[in-house]
């Protein structure tokens, strides 16, 4: 994917995702998330990320770490923070991230959906890219213990998980997400 002529977007899901009994709950926002996303976004050229959680609590609380960064005292003490941030906002779901983007681009985005499970016709990252030709991309990165099967099958594509050298496969969110950015936007994406 050319970088300089994509317009794609990410959003960190907090709900429906799994815990690890299985059960589909809402994770809690980590400060942390925030912050090193918008550093990712930053040096990858993701136009926009979204932080999204149901609970109203969670969603004050990423509207308060934006805006110490962006209008506050953080951003004026660090303007480099304050414009990795520039690109955060908080939504309630992933139904509110899609009309966002869509309004955005003027068209709906092409939804692409990671996971660390096997799925039935997950696609390496060039196959699922392409498919959304010119339309905008949003990518969905589950927190816990990834993303629904609902919200999966109501992607348009599912990447392949990253794979490592171990059966472990449970990698830091932040850490999947700079890999796939990476390889979608470091010229790596044939290696995937």
Do not use: C
Not at 29 to 40: A, C, E, F, M, N
Not at 44 to 66: C, D, F, M, S
Request: glycine share 8%; aromatic share 8%.
């Amino acid at each position: 994917m050319n970088a300089a002529a994509a317009r794609v977007y990410a959003a960190l899901v907090h709900y429906p995702v799994y815990n690890r009994e299985g059960d589909i709950v809402a994770t809690s926002v980590t400060p942390l998330d925030v912050h090193d996303l918008g550093r990712l976004a930053l040096t990858y050229g993701v136009k926009g990320y979204y932080i999204t959680n149901p609970y109203e609590p969670q969603q004050r609380l990423v509207a308060e770490i934006i805006h110490h960064w962006r209008a506050g005292l953080g951003g004026d003490h660090s303007p480099h923070r304050k414009l990795a941030l520039s690109r955060a906002r908080g939504a309630a779901d992933v139904t509110e991230v899609f009309d966002d983007v869509a309004a955005r681009e003027s068209e709906e985005p092409w939804v692409v959906a990671t996971t660390a499970r096997a799925w039935p016709g997950a696609a390496a990252i060039p196959e699922a890219i392409a498919g959304a030709g010119s339309k905008p991309v949003l990518l969905l990165f589950g927190t816990g213990y990834g993303l629904t099967d609902d919200l999966l099958a109501a992607a348009d594509a599912v990447l392949r998980p990253i794979a490592g050298d171990a059966a472990f496969n449970h990698l830091p969110v932040r850490a999947a997400m700079a890999i796939y950015f990476d390889r979608i936007f470091g010229g790596a994406a044939a290696a995937t």
